[in-house]
C-alpha cells in the first residue's frame, strides 16, 4: 500500500470532503497562501476559491466564526497552529459550540471542526507544546479525537467533517511528517471507536497520539521475551470505548494507560476508574499511569525529553505489573 | 426626518404595537420573578425597545440576528415565538428551549433568532460566523447583532469587526450604549466619548444615533443593511438609551444618580412614537387604546400558554447534548 505523511493524509481528508460538499469552508491563521505551518492546507486555497480564509491572528474570532457558521448550517473547519492558541478561542469553543445544541433545547446542529496541532517534542517550550486533550474532553457537547497514525487521521477526519456535534480534532506535530499506510481508496473511520494496534495476552496497554508509537515499540521488545502486550489507541478521547478496553482488560487483566499530558488528573486517571469499576474482579495487578510529569514543557532538548514518557518508562511500568 | 413619511400608518403602529409586547413581555417578567415562577438571570430591556422594533423592521425572515443577555426584546422584534419564549422562561419544556436554556439563551431558528449570548462580547463572532454563511452560500442575507457598551470593550469585539471589514461581511454591529456595564458606568470603563469611533479603525462606517428615537433607529439600520445586502460590508452604529430597571432583575441601581432615571422615562421611546400618531393624526386615542390592549392580550395569552406548559422531565436533563443519527 502507498505511504503518505499525517499531514498530507489530513489534506486528502480535507480536499476530498471539499470536493463533495461545497458547503464546507476552512479558515485558521496561514492556511491559504502558505498553505497551513504544517503544510495540511496545502494547494486547497487554489482549488476551492472563496472557501480557504487566511484570518488574522485573532483566535476568538476565528472560533467564533466557524461556530456561528455551523450553527447557520455551513460546516466548517478551523485551524489552529498549536492548541495552545486555542485557549484563547475556549469561550466560543467550550460557551457557545459545545453547549449551545442542548441550552437550545436541541433547535441547532453545530459541524463544526476544531482541528489543532499538539504536545512537544520540538523544543518549542511551554506555550507551544501542551497536550489539552482532557481539557477538551471534560465538556459535555464536545467530541474529541487525538489520532497516531495517517490512516487514523485520514479517516477520523472525514467522519469529524461529517459530523454534527462539534469536534475538537488534535493532531500530534511530531507525526506530522511521518509515513503511513493509507489507501489510495475512500474510507472513513467512525468516532468513538479504539483500535487494538497490536493484540496480547498478558497485559492491556491503552496508548494515545505519539506514546502508541512508544507502546508498540516496547510490546515488540518484550515480545522477544515471551511477554504479551495488547495496545490499544481509543483514538477518540470523547467518547471514549469503553467496551474495547474493558474487555481487552478482561481478558489481559492488567491495565497500563500512558499518555504525554501530565498525569495529575489526566485520562489515565478516568480510564483506570472505568476499568474499576466495571472489570474490578478481572484484575490481577494494581492499574498503572505512565504519564508526563507535572510540569510545563521545558525548551531544553534533553528536559523536553524527559517531560513525556519514554520507552523505557513504559517498558518498567509494564514488566512491574507482570510481577 | 424624512423617514416618517415613508413609514405606511401599518409599518408606525405595528412598530408601536411592537415596542408594547416587548415592554408587556418584560413587566409581565418582573412580576413573574417575583413570584418565582421565573428565576435565575434575568436581564430586561424595558426603555430600549425603539432599537429592537426600528432595527428589526428592516429584516426579512431569513436574515438573522445575534443578542445579547439583555434580549428579549430583540427576539420577539425579530419573530420569536411568543408562547414559546414565555413557557422558556416559566422554565417549561414546551419552551423555546426546552426549559433548558432561559433567558439568556433564547433562541428561535425558525425565524432567525440564532440565540442570546450570556457571554458578554462573545455574539460579534457568532454574527460574523453567520455572515460568512450567508456569503459563503451566495445568499442575499444579513446579520445583525445586538450587544451593549461592555462588549464594545472585549477582544472579541476588536477581533469580529476587524474580520468582519476584511471579508466585506453583511453584517450590521448594534451597540446599545445604556449607559452602564453592570454597575460600572460607560466613564469609568471607556476613555472616549463614542464607541462608533472605533468603526473608522476597522475600517467600515460607524455612526452614533438616539437610540430611543425609532424613526432613527430604522434609517439609520435600514441603511446598514440595505449596504450589507448589497456586498458593501459591516457598519457599526451605536444606539444611546438607557435600562430603565439596571442590569439585572432585582438590582438595586444604587449607583445610578439621582434624577437620572426619571430624565430618561421622559425619553420614553413608546411614548415618543405614541405622540408622533397622535400628533400627525395617524391614530386617534381610541386606536392607541386598542393597540396598547391587544398588545397585554398577546401577552397574557403568552403567559397563560406558559402556566398551562408542564415542566420538563428527570429524563430531559439528558437529552440534546449531542446531536444523534
Redesign the interface.
Known sequence: MRQITMAEAINEALREEMRKDP?I?ILGEEIGLRGGAFTCTKGLMEEFP??V?D??I????I????????????K?VAEFMFSDFSF?AM??II??AAK???????????PVVFRMSSGSGRQQAAQHSQSLEVLYAHI??L?VIMPSTPYDAKGLLKAAIND??PVVFLEPRVLYFKKGEVPEQEYTIPIGKGDIKRSGEDVTVVATGVMVERSLAVAEKLAREGISVEVIDPRTIRPLDTELIVASVKKTGRLIVVHEAPRTYGMAGEIIALVMEQAFDYLNAPPQRVAGHDVPIPYNRNLERLAIPLEEDIEAVVRKSLK | MDVTTSLSKEQLTKMYYDMWIIRNFEENLLDLYQKNLAYGGMHVSVGEEAIAVGACANLKREDTIVTSHRGHGHCIAKGADLKGMMAELLARKNGLCKGKGGSQHIVDMSVGVLGAQGIVGAGCGIAVGSALSFKIRGQKNVCVNFFGDGAANTGSFHESLNMAALYSLPVVFICENNGYAVSTSFARSTKIDKISVRAGSYGMPGVTIDGNNIFEVYKTVGEAVERARQGDGPTLIEAVTYRWYGHYVGDPCTYRPPGELERWKEKDPILFLEKYLLANKLCCQEEIDGLKAAAGKAIAEALDYALASPEPEPADLFTDVYFEK
Open positions: 458547503n469552508f472563496g472557501r480564509l484570518t488574522p485573532s483566535e476568538s474570532a472560533a467564533g466564526a466557524a461556530y456561528g457558521a455551523a450553527l447557520t448550517g455551513t466548517a484563547i469561550d466560543q460557551n457557545s449551545s445544541r442542548y441550552m437550545f433545547g436541541g433547535q441547532a446542529t453545530i459535555p457537547g467530541k454534527y456535534n
